[in-house]
């Protein structure tokens, strides 16, 4: 497996969290899976408004979940024991005027999530291949919520148990440079 190596010392659990596909059938406990709600629901939010909503699929309601991904994330999906899909609110509660940051708050929110998931020995893979509309009739969604990406969540699996063309996408991805994402100071005239 590709090892990822920050090029400036990190703690470990940033690059060693990454988005496997091969799921194994282990079940979640319900108890740990309310821990990652839990660190989820710490994340900071712009007026502290939280404008996220997880919603989870798990036993006899999985099906439904999976039923809306996009058949290439199925294909995998199938087999990770947890689905979840997180919704935001892109209106302040009290004023109901647009919250720009709604969905920043959420991906904050969701990395904890998953931050708490890997260090808990779990794997997770965020997916915004899901269908929108089915989504929001299957899962009912009410009308303040939005959905932005469904997770799998659960426990990771040998490789080799994926399809031949999803093993050859199995590894952890690299980045772009420090010097591609930040500069000190404005940009050049
Ligand atoms: C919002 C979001 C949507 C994504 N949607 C999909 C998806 O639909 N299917 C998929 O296989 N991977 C999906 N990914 C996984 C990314 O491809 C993956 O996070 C990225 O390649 C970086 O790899 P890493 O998470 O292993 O570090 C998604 C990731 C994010 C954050």
């Known amino acids: 497996m590709q090892q990822r190596k920050p090029d400036y010392p990190i703690s470990p659990f940033f690059y060693e969290r990454w988005s496997p596909r091969s799921f194994a059938s282990s079940e979640i406990e319900k108890e740990v899976l309310l821990s990652l709600l839990e660190a989820a629901r710490w994340a900071p939010s712009s007026m502290n408004e939280q404008p996220w909503y997880y919603l989870i699929g798990l036993g006899k309601d999985k099906e439904l979940f999976l039923d809306c991904l996009v058949p290439e994330n199925q294909l995998w999906a199938k087999k990770a024991p947890c689905l979840i899909l997180l919704l935001y609110r892109p209106y302040f509660s009290k004023s109901q005027k647009e919250n720009p940051t709604a969905l920043f708050d959420c991906g904050l929110s969701a990395m904890s999530l998953m931050l708490e998931a890997h260090l808990r020995g779990l794997i997770t893979h965020p ?54 994402i930040c500069r000190f100071g404005p940009f050049e005239v």
Do not use: W
Not at 142 to 167: N, S, T
């Open 127 to 180: 997916m915004a291949g899901f269908h929108h509309e089915k989504t929001l009739q299957s899962l009912r969604i009410p009308k303040e919520y939005k959905p932005i990406c469904f997770f799998a969540v659960g426990y990771q699996a040998d490789r080799e148990l994926l399809p031949p063309h999803l093993q050859e996408r199995e590894f952890p991805k690299g980045r772009l440079n420090l010097d591609e």
